[in-house]
C-alpha cells in the first residue's frame, strides 16, 4: 500500500482540497505524471486536463477539472496551484456542449495562423474535458 503524504489544491478563489492522500495523477505541460511519497522536488506547468486523486486508507477517487497552472512537487508533498479548478461531478455536460460548438465555430472563423492555433487548443481542451465527464457519468452508472 502506498505511503500517504499531504495535498493541496489552490485555485484563485478557494482553497479546493487539504488531504493526505496515496496518489495524485497530474496533467503536467509534457504529459500526465503521478506523484507518491517520496517523489523528487520540482515543478511542472500543467495543461487543461483532469487531476486524479486517491485519498489515503481507500476511499472513492476525486477527479477534478484543472485549467492549467502549476504544480509543485517538495519534500512536504505536491501543491497545486490551478487557473481554474471544478470537480468533475460540478462540470454541467450541456454548457459544456455549448462551449464546444463555440470552440469549433471560432476555429472556423479565424481568420490568421495564431488565432487559429489558439482556437484549436482551446477546442481540443474542451473536448478533452467532455471526455473525461461522459467518462465518469458513464462510470457512475
Given at each position: 500500500?502506498?505511503?500517504?503524504f499531504?495535498?493541496e ?6 482553497l479546493?482540497?487539504?488531504e ?6 497530474v ?11 517520496g517523489?523528487?522536488?520540482?515543478m511542472?506547468t500543467m495543461r ?7 485519498p ?7 477527479r477534478?477539472?484543472?485549467r ?5 512537487v517538495?519534500?512536504?508533498g ?5 487557473e481554474?479548478?471544478i ?28 488565432t487559429k492555433?489558439a482556437?484549436?487548443?482551446r477546442l ?6 467532455q471526455?473525461a465527464v461522459s ?6 452508472h
Amino acid at each position: 500500500m502506498a505511503e500517504a503524504f499531504q495535498f493541496e489544491l489552490v485555485a484563485p478563489e478557494r482553497l479546493l482540497m487539504s488531504e493526505t492522500v496515496d496518489q495524485v495523477v497530474v496533467p503536467g505541460s509534457e504529459g500526465y505524471f503521478t506523484v507518491l511519497k517520496g517523489h523528487a522536488p520540482f515543478m511542472s506547468t500543467m495543461r487543461p486536463g483532469v487531476v486524479d486523486v486517491t485519498p489515503a486508507g481507500g476511499g472513492a477517487a476525486q477527479r477534478i477539472f484543472v485549467r492549467g497552472g502549476f504544480a509543485d512537487v517538495s519534500n512536504e508533498g505536491l501543491t497545486i496551484l490551478a487557473e481554474q479548478a471544478i470537480p468533475l461531478a460540478e462540470i454541467d455536460g450541456e454548457t459544456l456542449a455549448r462551449e464546444v460548438k463555440n470552440a469549433e465555430e471560432d476555429v472556423a472563423d479565424a481568420k490568421d495562423g495564431a488565432t487559429k492555433d489558439a482556437a484549436e487548443l482551446r477546442l481540443n481542451q474542451l473536448k478533452e474535458v467532455q471526455a473525461a465527464v461522459s467518462g465518469e457519468r458513464s462510470s457512475a452508472h
